[in-house]
């Protein structure tokens, strides 16, 4: 076994306030950490929240905030139309420890905060996106301390900032401390955080082959003490199983109050690259030794690989890559941009099952957490500043986007740095130069909507364009010409809403109007054809966007993303996975959220699949076999990993079922109500029977296949009827439902009544609707009863509100009556 290698090093003296120390022999095994390393607390609840646009004074500790709502941190206040808000916690100093540093670490808080403790004000940090530190130690007394954060939205006071409160937004700056707060303790000696909020820790990888590389570690120590100290760096480079590979020593004198980088270099023999294929993560832990003891210890994890572009192509590690991925935001339906730790890890495990290399963390810094995911999946990252819209350049932008490169130094994944998207070529160039300076090996990129326009641009690597061919312009078809002029797609898609549907001959969209996945279909068909058929060598294409997110688009929503604000995959989902992915099975049936048609009979059924072919059955009928390959669009294009079937639906239900005979397959009940569908000739009678609506203009129809979560129940796909389940007791699980059209407009008001089949035993019938909507005293004369069951949808206008549900106990041959009101309702029948 190879014993790890230690290097003794004499210190550096270029840093103020430390002085050169004798070389001496280090040891290899580590010293015992001391009881005074570092703690670090989350300052996670109880919080105190404020929203008010003049309140001042509350910084006081003697501020009365009893009143205030208790929340949780981290915590945004959303699309409410507040300015300005404060937060107050409280935190304990122990005895005698009050001497000691502390620092209160920021991850995020949006968009300028002033940070007092005790009434003092430690200082003001401008920018939503990147971390912040604040020394507490001056202001922290013995015993209990008040932290209040003082938060401003107001675009007026945030105009300096990236992106710029003013003007365009591309996405919703949502105010609030929506990341996590941390109380970090440490010893006298310590690696400082102070550095733009950094690690303290600077891991360096260069000149890297599989054969060797260099290592170079520079550690920012601080000595918070009077006195001057003698103090020890080590560097441990550590493997994945937390095997020592060497060690890096330096020994100093710091004097009191000083803090100096120290910096350590060697050369890694063999080392494990770093790849998608291999994400391989090593551990830098510098330690702080005085006495023999560890008196501070910080880690960071690093990963050896050489990423470059040549002649217009990429490389990781000597071989050519090309970068197929998308964009993401940092934002959820349910918290926004206050997102979860879990919220996050299921993000990134969807852009894992996916299989992009590749992901576009847009448009600013995102939470820490996020590298370190892509760090473990070997996913490339594309880090951007937030620089979107600003109409000028501002020193605070400088500050933002130093912060960012400083923060998120360490991490392998990270392969470029974007200095801004869609926004004035006039400030790349400052930007670009901000990033130079901190990272000179790393890529620096800027994503373009119009083109450098002969301008140049030293500093940056290359130039990638947004372009939404066939969605805000033009034709899907177009984009094979744009791509092969742009090489570098840093933006691409179309909209898409699972309440919107057509046929498939007739697609078409409205932009934030009208936005049916069909259409969406044939973008991504015809995009997906030309990026891994037809342009095989285009260096970079990010599909846009990975979530829908909030925007003052189609009510209050981008739709470009392969899932729902909620997380529900759409079809465009399972079409990049199959070409991203081909040797994983990928078998799906389109359009499954487009239950009820009564279009064309004959509009056919559609899927995507990698496999060599499909299987079609169709009510138990065999329809036919098609070969990958054979699907091609009106235009002549053959599109791989569609198969489609030109064949009429039957009249009412209908079971679908496609498969690749080796044990791939997808199912689907969709029903069909208009002309020219089959004559059913099925004899599976059906559990509702006799189904009336008393308004011929709002027919109503069952459906006999389980209610979904996050599915819509009204009929109405044209962008009048949004209304979606969300969450659904457990109670109501296999509940069918009653599809009417959205019986919240005045016009399509009716009473329905129907006939439970005979012999069907019992069964519950439940009337679902809004919270609020006064419809007790009706079904109670019914014969309904509050079932003590709620839940949440989304209205039409895609806000969730709550449901409340009745139900009535009903057996074969009972006849149900269900009095009509304006509001939006849904009738379940769920069979016991």
């Known amino acids: 076994m190879k014993r790890p290698l230690v290097f003794v090093l004499m210190a550096l003296a270029a840093a103020t306030g430390c002085r050169r120390h004798e070389e001496r022999p280090a040891a290899a095994t580590s010293p015992k950490p001391a009881p005074g390393e570092r703690e670090t607390v989350l300052l996670s609840a109880p919080w105190r929240f404020h929203a008010s646009n003049d309140l001042e004074g509350a910084e006081a500790p003697a501020f009365d905030d009893h009143a205030w709502e ?154 918070a003490g009077a006195a001057r100290l003698p103090v020890e760096v080590r560097c441990r480079l550590l493997d994945a199983g937390g095997g020592q590979v060497m060690v890096l020593v330096r020994k100093m004198e710091l004097d009191g109050g000083a803090s100096a980088p120290v910096s350590v270099a060697a050369k890694v023999d063999q080392p494990r690259l770093w790849s998608p294929a291999d994400p391989y993560l090593y551990r830098v832990r510098a330690e702080v030794v005085s006495d023999g003891r560890v008196v501070d210890a910080v880690e960071q994890r690093t990963g050896f690989r050489d990423f470059r572009i040549t002649d217009g192509r990429f490389l990781l590690n000597g071989s050519p890559i090309a970068l197929r991925g998308a964009g993401k935001h940092q934002e959820t339906e349910a918290h926004a941009t206050a997102v979860t730790d879990d919220e996050l890890r299921e993000d990134f495990a969807g852009l894992k099952d996916l299989g992009v290399n590749c992901v576009r963390l847009a448009h600013y810094p995102h939470a820490a957490l996020e590298y370190d995911l892509a760090d473990e999946a070997g996913i490339l990252v594309w880090a951007e500043n937030g620089h979107s819209n600003t109409s000028k350049i501002t020193t605070t932008g400088d500050t933002i986007t130093r912060e960012m490169v400083r923060q998120n130094y360490n991490h392998p994944s990270i392969v470029m740095w974007s200095v801004g998207n869609e926004t004035g070529f006039v400030r790349v160039n400052r930007y670009a130069a901000v990033v130079r300076a901190e990272d000179p090996q790393r890529l620096i990129t800027y994503a373009s909507n119009t083109g450098p326009r002969g301008k140049r641009y030293p500093l940056l690597d290359f130039i990638a364009q947004n372009t939404y061919r066939g969605w805000y312009r033009g034709t899907p078809g177009e984009f094979a010409q744009k791509a092969r002029e742009m090489r570098f797609v840093s933006e691409s898609g179309a909209g898409s809403v699972i ?133 091609h669009h009106p235009d002549r294009r053959v599109v791989d990993n569609v198969f489609y079937w030109p064949v009429a639906l039957r009249e009412g239900g209908n079971e679908i079922t496609v498969t690749d005979g080796a044990g791939h397959s997808d199912s689907a009940v969709v029903y069909f109500h208009g002309r020219g569908g089959r004559r059913d000739t099925s004899d599976s009678p059906a559990l509702v029977e006799d189904l009336r609506s008393s308004n011929p203009a709002s027919p109503a129809f069952f459906v006999d296949d389980g209610i979904k979560a996050e599915w819509p129940f009204y009929y109405e796909f044209d962008g009048s009827a949004d209304n979606t389940f969300h969450t659904l007791p457990p109670a109501l699980e296999g509940a069918r439902w009653i599809s009417t059209r959205r019986l919240s407009k005045p016009q399509c008001r009716t009473d329905l009544s129907f006939e439970l089949r005979q012999g069907a035993g019992p069964a519950k019938v439940y009337v679902l609707f809004t919270e609020g909507t006064p419809f007790a005293a009706a079904l109670s004369a019914a014969g309904f009863r509050d079932a003590n069951l709620a839940g949440h949808w989304r209205d039409n206008d895609l806000r969730l509100v709550g449901f409340r549900a009745w139900v009535k106990e009903a057996t074969g041959g009972d006849k149900i009556s269900v009095p009509g009101t304006t509001a939006d309702y849904v009738v379940l029948v769920q069979p016991s």
């Open 70 to 223: 208790a929340v949780g941190v981290p915590h945004t206040w959303g699309e409410r139309p507040w300015r300005r808000a404060w937060y107050r916690t409280h935190f304990v100093v122990p005895r005698n420890d009050a001497g000691r540093p502390r620092y209160l670490v920021f991850e995020g808080a949006a968009t300028f905060a002033d940070v007092y403790v005790n009434g003092a004000h430690l200082g003001q940090h401008r920018g939503a996106f990147t971390r912040f530190v604040f020394d507490a130690r001056p202001a922290a007394v013995e015993g209990d301390n008040v932290l209040a954060v003082r938060l401003t939205n107001d675009p007026a006071d945030t105009v300096d900032s990236l992106p710029s409160g003013r003007g365009k937004q591309l996405y919703r700056l949502y105010g609030g401390l929506y990341r996590k707060v941390w109380l970090v303790k440490t010893h006298a000696l310590h690696v400082d955080p102070t550095e733009d909020a950094s690690p303290g820790v600077y891991v360096t990888p260069s000149n890297v082959t599989a054969q060797a590389a260099d290592l170079a570690v520079k550690v920012l120590v601080r000595n």
């Open 499 to 631: 309440t919107h549907h057509t046929d498939y001959a007739e697609a078409h969209r409205v932009v934030d109007r009208f936005e049916p996945e069909e259409y969406r279909q044939r973008v991504a068909e015809t995009h997906f054809q030309v990026v891994f058929r037809e342009q095989k060598d285009l260096p970079l294409y990010m599909l846009w966007v990975f979530r829908d997110f909030g925007i003052d688009k189609y009510k209050g929503r981008n739709t470009k993303g392969l899932l729902t604000y909620a997380g529900l995959r759409k079809d465009t989902y399972a079409l990049y996975k199959a070409f991203l992915r081909p040797e994983v099975p990928v078998v799906h049936l389109t359009s499954k959220t487009y239950f009820l048609r009564r279009g064309r009979s004959d509009n056919g059924i559609k899927a995507y699949s990698n496999r060599p072919e499909l299987t079609l059955m169709l009510n138990g009928e065999d329809r036919g076999r098609q070969r990958n390959g054979e699907f």
